[in-house]
């Protein structure tokens, strides 16, 4: 069974400030791991992937995420938040032979000013 | 090119009637999703589309949730005798290829309200 666990519905950071959404995954066999972000009024953009390779994952607007098989995580990270980050971001989790992804129920990230 | 659009943007439609989604995905886009998101959850996967594949259906939560696919292209998403707890967001992707190593690229859903 696959799951996936997004332990803080709400993260606020200042702008310019280093910023953190966590995601801990739970599936049988290799993950493929993905974060998507959801702006307001709009459909949900691909942020980034983990599928195998380097465990640091690099992506659009400066995100980056780094897998940790020993401790089943894949949290997403940005070195400095801009105001315009804010939104709601899902990661998702998947594994060979799969036909869908298994969202987290998402993180709401507030970039303050 | 044209991202993956969908219709209705929105319907609300009273309580035991049915309803019909549409979902274009992207051109050659073979692989074709439907999920449903609901107010504070995350999203729950519906239907798989594959190619001329039988689709999986493994999520569809009840007899009354259906789906076809087209010529491989556009996609359906019916629910028959509507029910207040149908409401939620429908959010229709496509990818690339088979399997989950492709990314899938979202429409901007339907939001359907069931009174």
């Known amino acids: 069974a696959q799951s996936v666990a997004q332990p803080e519905d709400q993260v606020n950071v200042a702008e310019g400030n280093p910023l953190t959404v966590k995601c801990t995954y739970s599936?049988?066999?290799?993950?493929?791991l993905f974060w998507y972000v959801q702006y307001p009024n709009r459909g949900l953009q691909f942020l980034l992937k983990y599928i195998t390779g380097d465990n640091l994952v690099k992506g659009s607007y400066g995100f980056e995420a780094e897998f940790n098989k020993s401790q089943t995580s894949f949290h997403l990270k940005k070195p400095s938040a801009l105001v315009s980050d804010s939104a709601l971001y899902f990661c998702?989790?998947?594994?060979?032979?799969?036909?869908?992804?298994?969202f987290g129920t998402g993180t709401r990230l507030t970039v303050i000013p | 090119g044209a991202g993956v659009s969908q219709s209705p943007s929105n319907k609300v439609t009273e309580k035991g009637k049915d309803v019909e989604l549409r979902c274009d995905p992207i051109s050659g886009h073979t692989a074709l999703y439907w999920y449903r998101q609901s107010l504070g959850q995350g999203l729950e996967f519906l239907i798989y589309f594959q190619g001329n594949s039988a689709p999986d259906k493994s999520g569809l939560p009840s007899d009354r949730f259906s789906a076809e696919r087209t010529g491989g292209s556009v996609s359906t998403l019916t629910i028959q005798r509507t029910q207040q707890e149908d409401s939620a967001v429908y959010l229709c992707?496509?990818?690339?290829?088979?399997?989950?190593?492709?990314?899938?690229?979202f429409g901007p859903g339907t939001r359907l309200t069931v009174t």
């Open positions: 599936v049988s066999g290799n993950p493929y």
């Open positions: 992707a496509s990818s690339l290829g088979a399997g989950t190593v492709y990314e899938q690229y």
């Open positions: 998702a989790v998947s594994s060979t032979g799969a036909n869908n992804l298994f």
